[in-house]
């Protein structure tokens, strides 16, 4: 039933540090890996080799330049996947009750066997996070890697979503927002996490944590006293190394004055 | 947003077809025998030929029968629904005409207020959807009443009224249109909202997740013809209403004017269709720095 849950036992998901993504791609590719040969339809691809390459992916890796007022632009890579939203309008609209938000722990699926593909969870999803398979017509999603977190064949370490175990930069958490203790609810609580549109009230579960504010051009290390240049004469081989390349033309100037 | 020829056809021929269905069921003095037939016959035809040209955009096809089961929440649902029982209820009472040459008036009032319902479910479809600003307005529920009801008005040959809701549809049009062209910019989603990052400077997008256009990019930042807009919009108010507007108070209504005015109007409502997909701007744009 496309009816949302009231509330939801666990509310299972993902913090992402904008601060330590590499941008590296590398959850990109596991996720890849793992969901084309997992749970439901494979993630075909278009042209893999071709002019316009296309193919379905559930989690995209953006990469946006912040440029503060008078300050240094700052590069921050921005991965993105299902946020399993607990107001999730992707749900609501399906006609065919093939997109259901779990009651146990909250994680939003595609039945893919009742889809239509008729596009239109897509359509209300805000984030770009659902994607038509162009080989098999139905709706693909981040599953949360609902095949891997509960997985009793995989080791103990294994259990938790590919993009999380792969992650080089440790910048993908995955843990439950209804426990007040967990990693992740400590992280968001201490760093900050944001919700992403939030004006679109889909409530997601997933957070944000923002990079941490690098230096500006203005402030003067501490240590800059104790770094002064400590010789500016060079001497020995350097300084007569140095005097004989001066001689030879094709030096960049130094004389004041001159234009 | 792409502007799908099936949805285009689909929202353009059903939204008459209904229309008509709903002026067919109220009528006090229906025709009967072949008369009725006529009439009938180019109501479903364009309903039905609407609502299976809509399928042709699916995955699935085969598996539209499960697009009935989820009326409590989804709108798309509800039309599925709505436009089952409007088009039983109407064909009952069609029988009725044809071959009894009996109207049973409660059951043409019912599916009348089943047609227009079916119309008011597909326009919530697109009015439910707070990603597409453009949309997201009970005007877009106007909209598509007062299209479909001038539409039947003018299929239906009731020229004095088709006159008045023509010109009542364009006013509706160029208000959903003006309020349309701000919509997003008063939303407030930017890149700032989308990543978080607004509030600490500019945000911009370096660099795309891919290199070509994947399904999100085809389905939903379309700009192609952007620049003939308003060229666009002066067609498809000419088509839609002028010209059937002229044509009808000059000529009155005989067969052919008619049918001119007709096509006119179809062709003008078919325009008005695909600059309603091809300018509504959807949120997933902003994250590729576009819209
Ligand atoms: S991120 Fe999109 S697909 Fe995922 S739950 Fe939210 S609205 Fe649905
Ligand atoms: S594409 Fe599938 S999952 Fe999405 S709304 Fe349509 S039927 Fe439901
Ligand atoms: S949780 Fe699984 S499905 Fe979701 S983005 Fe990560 S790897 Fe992909």
Same mark, same amino acid.
């Given at each position: ?5 009231? =509330? ?81 309008? /992707? ?7 093939? +997109? ?24 209300? /999803? ?18 949360? /890697? ?16 590919? /993009? ?81 390349? =001066? ?13 | ?26 009528? =006090? ?206 067609? =498809? ?26 096509? +006119? ?27």
């Amino acid at each position: 039933m496309t009816d949302l849950p009231t =509330s939801t036992e666990k509310k299972l998901g993902l913090v992402i540090d904008l601060d330590t993504c590499v941008g590296c791609h590398a959850c990109v590719i596991s996720c890849k890996g793992w969901n084309t040969e997992n749970y439901g339809a494979p993630l075909s691809d278009q042209r893999p080799y071709g002019e316009e390459p296309m193919g379905t992916f559930l989690n995209r890796v953006h990469s946006y330049e912040v440029k503060p007022e008078g300050g240094a632009a700052q590069t921050v890579h921005f991965p993105k996947s299902c946020l399993h939203c607990e107001n999730a309008p /992707c749900v609501t609209v399906c006609p065919t009750g093939a +997109s259901y938000k779990r009651k146990e722990d909250g994680i939003v699926l595609v039945n893919e066997s009742s889809c239509i593909g008729c596009g239109l969870c897509a359509w209300a /999803c805000p984030y770009g996070a659902r994607e038509l398979d162009q080989a098999e017509g139905v709706m693909k999603k981040c599953t949360l /890697c609902v095949d891997r977190i509960y997985n009793e064949n995989l080791p103990e370490v294994d259990r938790v979503p590919a /993009c999380v175990r792969t992650c080089p930069a440790g910048a993908r958490h995955f843990g439950d927002f209804a426990d007040p203790e967990s990693n992740v609810s400590k992280l968001t609580a201490e760093r900050g996490g944001m919700d992403l549109m939030p004006e679109l009230n889909t409530a997601p579960v997933n957070k944000y944590l923002p990079p941490r504010l690098k230096d500006s051009w203005d402030d003067e290390s501490v240590l800059a006293p104790f770094l002064e240049p400590v010789a500016e004469e060079t001497q020995g081989f350097m300084g007569w190394l140095d005097k004989q390349l =001066s001689r030879l033309p094709g030096d960049v100037k130094q004389t004041e004055g001159a234009e | 947003m792409h502007p799908a020829a099936s949805v285009i056809v689909f929202t353009t021929l059903s939204g008459a077809g209904f229309g008509m269905l709903a002026w067919l069921g109220i009528d =006090s003095t229906p025709s009967t025998g072949w008369g009725a037939f006529g009439y009938y016959f180019v109501a479903f035809a364009l309903a039905v030929g609407g609502l299976l040209s809509s399928t042709f955009h699916l995955g699935h096809p085969e598996r539209a029968m499960k697009a009935f089961t989820q009326w409590r929440t989804s709108w798309l649902s509800r039309e599925g629904v709505c436009a089952v029982l409007a088009l039983t209820v109407m064909g009952l009472y069609a029988a009725g005409l044809i071959f009894l040459g009996e109207a049973l008036s409660i059951l043409g009032w019912i599916g009348a207020i089943l047609s227009l319902g079916t119309v008011y479910t597909t326009s919530m479809i697109y009015a439910q959807l707070a990603t597409i600003p453009r949309w997201n307005t009970p005007l877009t529920s106007l909209l598509y009443l007062t299209f479909a009801i001038a539409g039947g008005a003018l299929l239906t040959g009731k020229v004095t009224i088709a006159l008045v809701l023509l010109v009542a549809a364009s006013f509706v049009q160029v208000i959903w249109w003006k309020k349309g062209d701000t919509a997003f910019a008063d939303r407030g989603t930017n890149l700032g909202t989308a990543t978080g990052l607004g509030d600490r400077g500019e945000v911009r997008s370096l660099a795309h997740p891919h290199t070509s256009p994947n399904y999100l990019m085809r389905e939903f930042i379309y700009t192609v013809g952007r620049k003939h807009v308003q060229k666009l919009r002066v067609i =498809s108010l000419t088509l839609m209403a002028a010209v059937p507007v002229v044509l009808l108070a000059l000529f009155g209504a005989n067969h052919f004017i008619a049918l001119i005015a007709v096509l +006119s109007h179809i062709a003008g409502v078919a325009t008005s269709r695909w600059l309603f997909f091809a300018e509504a701007e959807h949120t997933v744009g902003i994250y590729y720095g576009m819209r």
